[in-house]
């Protein structure tokens, strides 16, 4: 298995994730007042992506669930999504089981695994996607299916649809720029830790960042959100930081303020610290937020090779749940 082949082929497994998506049809009860994501990791980031993607167009509160308990409003009236891509993630497992002790309205978004034998036993849809993969590195397979349960339902409208496929066609049209860009960046940041702000809608995406940069690269990486970090991180720009590269992410979507609270935070953290801006390219937020995503997958990519280290290896998770399980 090849990180580097896996990463190139973000916009063909879109592609198929698509072409399942047009495989199936999965109407819940029309009760249903209120949406939670189950998720962790790889298979939690998806939520994150698709709340905030289609925050403008949603008809229905959604909140996504990263821990082993479910709020305590989950109900008869609550659609909850389990997507754990293995099928066997602990936290969500324990989710699943009060969504059905709760009598939800429940969907799964899997490989296989427990989840899928639970839910199939259940008498709930599953929906089955390509298993195999390091779920850091399947994404798109549970993030397309997310969008497809919302436009299927209508707690979003239809053209979404239009706007996914848009997307999937942009980034195959920009992915040597994107390679690129993520060059670029790697040079600027040299051996330092990465800081990421932008506006607070690119959250998810600088959440991916990180958790790309921590399995991929295998180190640490950080980030916070405008207008959050302007009520109390930048005062800690008082002080020159050791061996930090910031990289704010900007985009043309900014809320006008929000962008000129950026600009004003670039020029008061350029004061102690060299900042590199990323515009981000795209017609609307979907595509921008999947132009970043398949950026920063890169240079996840970009930082291990110069590391001469194993990107598929993640022997510290494996060891804790080994521990966990004794």
Known sequence: MNMKDLIRDFPK???????????????VDASVSNIVICGLGGSGIGGEIIKECLRPYLKLPVEVCHSYSLPEYVDSNTLVIACSYSGNTEETLNALDEAIERKANIIGITSGGAVKKILLEQGNPVITVPGGLPPRAALAYPLVQLFEVFIQNNFVNAEIKTQLTSAISFLEKEQSEIKALASQIMEFSDDNKLLFYGE????????????????????????????????????????????ISVV?????????????????????????NAVLEVKAKGNNFIEQAFYLIHLVDWLSLLKAEKKSIDVIEVDVIDYLKNELSK
């Open 13 to 27: 497994q879109l592609e198929e994730g698509v072409a399942i998506s047009n495989t199936y049809k999965v109407i």
């Open 200 to 243: 607070d809608k690119f959250h998810p995406v600088m959440l991916r960042a990180c958790q790309q940069i921590n399995e991929n690269s295998k180190e640490l990486a950080f980030f916070n959100v405008i207008p959050e970090m302007n009520h109390n991180e930048i005062v800690g720009w008082a002080e020159k930081p050791k061996n």
């Open 248 to 272: 704010m992410l900007r985009s043309d979507l900014e809320n006008s303020r929000n962008s000129k609270r950026l600009d004003i935070t670039h020029e008061i953290i350029l004061r102690k």
